[in-house]
Structures are given as structure tokens and as C-alpha cells.
């Protein structure tokens, strides 16, 4: 191609900014989808800061707290428990994912495992995903109704009003008019993203991988890519305004709002998933079997107390080297645990399996593939949740175990026994203060930039495909108009 043709492309695409211009509605509707983005950007990346200081300074507060606790029992530091915060990642300025509503915090203590909690409540409503202008939102969701605001008509008006037959008469080819008016579409684009840019570099910064930032943005590219191929594909066939712009408006309601619901909806009813009370009463039920981890005379603990009294080779517990109610409290933990995370494990392979039904869809909506896509990237996904959940419930067993070989080694049988009969009593059955520095520091990490390529990769193929499709199309529409 040589500077003639390019010289064509930008002159058609000078003549539609400059058509813009004289409108009132492309203008406001530029300024609405800047502001609203360049706000989103400012306001999302402060409050992101914000919260990434309080979590890590609440983390810090909560390990110092346990750590300076006075003398007491063993096991009621089992139950004063400790606090676990899940610190933002770089790129969830830009789309905070399900960190809006599984929740940051989660409160750790012996014999139950906690739900992470402290989520954005402002955010729980029934349309969760219209309740938060968040960059990535107004990307994925207005932005394409905004590139349809302005470029609905830019075929059509020229098919209209007859000028299309004149330009084309004039030797400029069909494909040469839908370049141009992509590129001032595209244009748009770039004004739309470039606010998103500026958290791009604060993400690097803040030790965000180069290649995720630079493929979060391709893919956001890729996705207003595709709009703008949509927007020109219909813009084409009809020979009316009023025609393109129904069917635009149509696609974006079905491809941004209907779908999305679509997806949940059908991932709910196909892999289906117990309710919280049916899965609490299943759990109740067979932690009833496991035995009272507080009660040492449990019938439950009377293989552990015969095969203890056998290895020590004494007759009486308390004739035991050890303190045989933390020998239960230890053993009962273990047993406990096991259960717990048995259904905890089948609550989460529900919820993936769910969510990898609903990404799916991204075959039938781009909107679907990009926040697929975006969340992945973000580290802001159902899988970083997981992962959270796994490893601050492996942080809770790891200190209930260590306070629980404290009571059975710091503490005599007897002086535990004794403990509710006297204060006297009770203040020997505590143990120094000193013991408590069985915490280990909690730190939360995102997945590596790897990981989340290659779980990407599905969302990446979607988006290309739909952008691939609709090159076929213009093609093939172009021809005909030709």
C-alpha cells in the first residue's frame, strides 16, 4: 500500500472527527466516556492504595496482638484466634473482581473454618455487576455503548445520503472508507484507555509482571476491537441510521447485559451446589461422630488413651509423660479439619466448575471472554480466592496444632485438670506468654504472571475469534458493496 492509499484512509478518518465535532451527541458522549473513565481510574486506584495499607497494617496489628497476649491457658488462644487479610493486587485498581464480593478478611480459630468476610456490601445488589463503576466495568460495558453512540452511523449516513456511491466513484475502494472510519473509531479507543494506561505503569511499579500489564491492555484492545468491527459490520449492511442503530443497540444489550445473566444462570442449574444450611447440617452430622475434642473421656478417645497407655507403659493418663487432654485437643483438631476441608474442597470445585461453565459463554459474548479474561490477569479471579481460603485455613491448623502440642507439653495433666476448682488453680494452668510466638507471619502472593497466561488462554482465543469472524465478515460485506 502505498502513501496515496494511507493518505485516503486518514483523510476519511479527519472527515468523521470532523463530523463528530459538529455533533452535539458524539461530543458529549465523548466527554461522558472520558470523564467517566479518567474518575473510575482516579478514584478506584485510591481507594486500592487505601485498602492495600490498612490490610497490611490490620495484618501486622492482628500477628502483634496474638504475640502479646498475657500468661493463659493453651486453649484459649485456641479461641481468641487470629485475623488473615487478603492485600489487592497491583491490577485490581483497574478490575477488582471477586475481591468486591467474596470478601478480604477471614477470622481463624480452632474447630470451624470461617468464610472469608468483609466484602463491599455497597456492591451486593441484585444487579452486582451495574453496582460498581470500576474501570474495568465501564471498559467492558459502556465503552462499547459508547463506540456505538457515535459510530452507528457511520456507513449508513454516508449509504443514506448518497455520498457512498460518489466516494466509490470516484476510485476510492469500499475497504479504503471502512479503514478510515475504523481508525477514527479506533481513535476513540485509544482516548477511552488511555487514563487505564497511567494505572498500567503504577501496577508495574508496584511489582506487577511488564508482559501482564502489557497483556491486560492488548486484550482490552482486542475487545473494543471487535466492537468497532461490529459497530462498521452493521453499520454496512443497513441503509438507514435508524435501522443501524436498532440492531446496534439490540447486539449491545443482548452481547453486555442479557448474556452475561445467561451465563450465571445456566452455570448455577448445571452444575448444581447445597445451600449453606444443608451443608452446615451434613458437616454438624459427622463432626458428631469424630467425638468432643474438649471432653478426654470421650468414648470416642479411647483407642488413642489405650495405645498411649501402651507406648508409655503406665497404667493412668496421669501417669502420662504428656498432658492427655492436648494430646485430644491435638488429635481431634486433625480429624476435624480433615472433614472440614473436605467440604470445603467440594464447595470450591463446585464454584470453579461453575465459573468455568459460565466463561464458556465467552464463545457467544465478548463481553464474557474479557472479564474472563480481566480477572484472570488481575489476579482478581475465583481461583486467587481459592488459594486464599486454602492457605490462611493451612495457617489456622498450622498455630491450633502448635498451642494444642503446648498444652500437651507445657502443661501438666493435673494442674489442667484442677483448673476450674480455684484461682489459684487456674493461674497454674496457664502458660508463659512467651509461647505464643507459634505464628507464623502471614503474607498473601498472586499467582505468577505464568499461571495466569495459561489460564487465560481461552479467554485470549475467544476474543480472537470473535475479532477474526468479523474481519470475514467486512470482507465479505465489503465485496458485495463494492
Request: net charge positive; proline share 3%; hydrophobic share 45%.
Amino acid at each position: 500500500m502505498n502513501g496515496s492509499y494511507w493518505s485516503k484512509v486518514f483523510t476519511i478518518a479527519k472527515d468523521e472527527w470532523r463530523y463528530w465535532l459538529r455533533s452535539k451527541l458524539a461530543i458529549s458522549v465523548l466527554t461522558v466516556g472520558l470523564l467517566l473513565t479518567l474518575s473510575s481510574v482516579i478514584v478506584t486506584a485510591i481507594n486500592t492504595h487505601q485498602l492495600a495499607e490498612a490490610r497490611a497494617s490490620l495484618q501486622h496489628d492482628a500477628e502483634h496482638r496474638f504475640a502479646e497476649q498475657p500468661d493463659r491457658h493453651p486453649h484459649r488462644m485456641v479461641h481468641y484466634g487470629h485475623y488473615a487479610f487478603r492485600t489487592p493486587s497491583p491490577l485490581s485498581m483497574l478490575d477488582p473482581g471477586v475481591d468486591s464480593y467474596t470478601g478480604n478478611s477471614i477470622f481463624l480459630e480452632g474447630h470451624r473454618q470461617n468464610s472469608a468476610m468483609f466484602a463491599d456490601h455497597r456492591q451486593g445488589t441484585a444487579l452486582t455487576s451495574l453496582g460498581s463503576l470500576s474501570p474495568a466495568f465501564i471498559v467492558q460495558v459502556l465503552a462499547p455503548l459508547l463506540l456505538l453512540l457515535i459510530g452507528y452511523s457511520s456507513i449508513s449516513r454516508e449509504r443514506e445520503s448518497k455520498t457512498l456511491t460518489f466516494i466509490l466513484s470516484q476510485g476510492t475502494s469500499f475497504f479504503t472508507v471502512l479503514q478510515g472510519k475504523g481508525l477514527a473509531l479506533l481513535s476513540v479507543v485509544g482516548l477511552i484507555m488511555l487514563p487505564m494506561l497511567g494505572s498500567g505503569v503504577i501496577a508495574v511499579s508496584q511489582g506487577e509482571s511488564i508482559a501482564i500489564v502489557s497483556s491486560f491492555f492488548v486484550g482490552y484492545a482486542v475487545y473494543l476491537l471487535i466492537w468497532v468491527l461490529l459497530i462498521l459490520v452493521l453499520s454496512s449492511v443497513f441503509s438507514k441510521n435508524s435501522d443501524s442503530f436498532t440492531t446496534l443497540a439490540f447486539s449491545w444489550i443482548l452481547l453486555c447485559i442479557v448474556m452475561p445473566r445467561i451465563a450465571s444462570s445456566t452455570a448455577a442449574n448445571t452444575v448444581p451446589a447445597a445451600g449453606k444450611l444443608e451443608t452446615d447440617f451434613a458437616v454438624l452430622a459427622e463432626l458428631r461422630q469424630l467425638g468432643d475434642g474438649h471432653n478426654s473421656a470421650d468414648p470416642a478417645f479411647a483407642k488413642l488413651k489405650a495405645s498411649l497407655l501402651a507406648q508409655y507403659d503406665v497404667a493412668t493418663i496421669e501417669e502420662l509423660p504428656v498432658n492427655f487432654k492436648g494430646i485430644v485437643a491435638g488429635a481431634s483438631e486433625a480429624k476435624l479439619t480433615s472433614v472440614l476441608n473436605r467440604f470445603a474442597e467440594q464447595r470450591m470445585a463446585n464454584e470453579l466448575a461453575q465459573t468455568e461453565v459460565s466463561r464458556g459463554f465467552g464463545w457467544l459474548s465478548p463481553m464474557v471472554a474479557i472479564r474472563s479474561f480481566s480477572m484472570i490477569t488481575a489476579n482478581t479471579g475465583i481461583e486467587i480466592h481459592h488459594r486464599f481460603m486454602r492457605e490462611t485455613e493451612t495457617l489456622r491448623f498450622d498455630f491450633v496444632q502448635a498451642l494444642n502440642k503446648l498444652h500437651a507439653e507445657k502443661l501438666s495433666y493435673q494442674d489442667d485438670a484442677n483448673r476450674g476448682k480455684s484461682l489459684k488453680d487456674a493461674r497454674k494452668a496457664r502458660v508463659s506468654a512467651e509461647n505464643w510466638r507459634v505464628l507464623n507471619a502471614f503474607k498473601f502472593q498472586g499467582d505468577s504472571a505464568n499461571i495466569r497466561l495459561s489460564r487465560s488462554v481461552m479467554a485470549t482465543l475467544q476474543l480472537l475469534i470473535w475479532a477474526f469472524g468479523l474481519c470475514v465478515l467486512i470482507r465479505i460485506i465489503g465485496k458485495r458493496v463494492q
